[in-house]
């Protein structure tokens, strides 16, 4: 199908692809050049992060905790690391032995401290023994985005107005894995790479491209004047994501906010909406297990098609 043809017509209806909101401690940070156990507590620190995530071009992820995180960071090597804290109460595994290799190969400094200072210093719930600091992630132009895909047309996903970090981590996670092209954010009423997002999405932040732009929907009829085919995800629509009709196409898929699903004027812009078909008595999908589900479809249709 060409963008010449006759585009589908958007059915009505919200998104609801989770409703539960998780409560978020921790906003995008700013704790470069802090010392663990200084003046400022947890709350100051919060305070701070807020004012960093709200800045229009800052992705945030300078602030990155869990073994699995800390370890992709250090292989991935794609911006500099300030330092790895490490708990002096942990057991030596495989997976701390190997960022202490990596530390020292790409001679990051590594600070041992107690569990209670360490503490302390983390900003999620659970640190897992180790902490880095490093560079921001810079937001890529989101035009470079259709332009990064050589051999596979393109897939992106848009999210529009995802607050919570746990499902936006969760999301990158998945999309980094089934070999998405990148994500579009909205600069505004949206969650950055905050510390408990970082965690969440386990490296994948190291890998996959993410673009920040000004407005959603006017990034859409960009998008689809440049060749894209626009899909939401809706849970009222009609069709669902087995008949979506471009899935082998380039194309952009859009997920809607926790709870409120896509937005008016944003559901206004998409060439089809379609809903994952429900089987049981729950309502709807979280919106990351949505996210999940949606992709892996794409996929196969898309593996069916070669």
């Given at each position: 199908?060409?963008?010449?043809?006759r585009?589908?017509?958007?059915?009505?209806?919200?998104?609801?692809a989770?409703?539960?909101?998780s409560s978020?401690?921790?906003?995008t940070?700013?704790?470069?050049?802090?010392q663990?156990g200084?003046?400022?507590?947890?709350?100051?620190r919060?305070?701070?992060q807020?004012?960093v995530?709200?800045?229009?071009?800052?992705?945030?992820?300078d602030?990155i905790?869990g073994r699995?995180?800390v370890?992709?960071?250090?292989r991935?090597?794609t911006?500099?690391?300030?330092?790895?804290?490490?708990?002096?109460?942990?057991?030596?595994?495989?997976?701390?032995?190997?960022?202490a290799?990596?530390c020292?190969e790409r001679?990051?400094?590594?600070?041992?401290?107690s569990?209670?200072?360490?503490?302390?210093?983390?900003?999620?719930?659970?640190?897992?023994?180790?902490?880095?600091?490093?560079?921001?992630?810079?937001?890529v132009?989101f035009e470079?985005l259709?332009a990064?895909?050589?051999?596979e047309p393109?897939?992106?996903?848009?999210?529009?107005g995802?607050?919570?970090p746990g499902?936006?981590?969760a999301?990158l996670?998945?999309?980094?894995?089934?070999?998405v092209?990148?994500?579009?954010?909205?600069?505004?009423?949206?969650?950055?790479?905050?510390?408990?997002a970082v965690?969440?999405?386990?490296?994948?932040?190291?890998?996959?491209?993410?673009?920040l732009?000004?407005?959603l929907p006017?990034?859409?009829?960009?998008?689809?004047?440049?060749?894209?085919?626009?899909v939401?995800l809706?849970?009222t629509?009609k069709?669902?994501?087995y008949e979506?009709?471009?899935?082998?196409?380039?194309?952009?898929i859009?997920?809607?906010?926790?709870?409120?699903?896509?937005?008016?004027?944003?559901?206004?812009?998409?060439?089809?909406?379609?809903?994952?078909?429900q089987?049981g008595?729950?309502?709807?999908?979280?919106?990351?297990?949505?996210?999940?589900?949606?992709?892996?479809?794409?996929?196969?249709?898309?593996?069916?098609?070669h």
């Open positions: 199908m060409s963008r010449s043809q585009r589908p017509q958007p059915s009505r209806g919200r998104q609801q989770g409703k539960k909101k978020n401690r921790s906003g940070n700013n704790t470069r050049g802090r663990p200084g003046n400022k507590n947890r709350n100051d919060d305070k701070n807020t004012k995530r709200n800045r229009p071009d800052n992705l945030g992820g602030h905790e699995q995180a370890r992709e960071l250090l991935a090597g911006r500099r690391t300030q330092q790895v804290l490490i708990s002096e109460d942990v057991h030596t595994t495989a997976i701390l032995a190997e960022i290799d990596l020292e001679r990051v400094p590594i600070r041992q401290l569990a209670r200072k360490l503490d302390d210093y983390a900003l999620t719930e659970s640190h897992q023994g180790v902490i880095a600091q490093a560079e921001s992630i810079r937001p132009e470079s259709i990064r895909s050589s051999h393109p897939l992106l996903v848009a999210l529009d995802v607050t919570d499902n936006l981590g999301i996670r998945t999309a980094e894995v089934a070999g092209t990148g994500i579009v954010l909205p600069r505004h009423r949206a969650v950055r790479l905050t510390p408990a965690k969440a999405a386990a490296g994948a932040v190291e890998h996959l491209p993410i673009a732009v000004a407005g006017t990034t859409i009829k960009e998008m689809s004047d440049r060749g894209l085919w626009i939401g809706d849970g629509a069709n669902s994501i979506m009709r471009v899935a082998t196409e380039p194309l952009m859009v997920l809607g906010a926790e709870g409120e699903g896509l937005s008016h004027l944003t559901k206004k812009r998409c060439d089809q909406l379609v809903s994952i078909p089987i008595h729950l309502e709807s999908l979280n919106v990351s297990n949505a996210a999940a589900i949606t992709i892996y479809e794409i996929q196969r249709q898309r593996e069916m098609d």
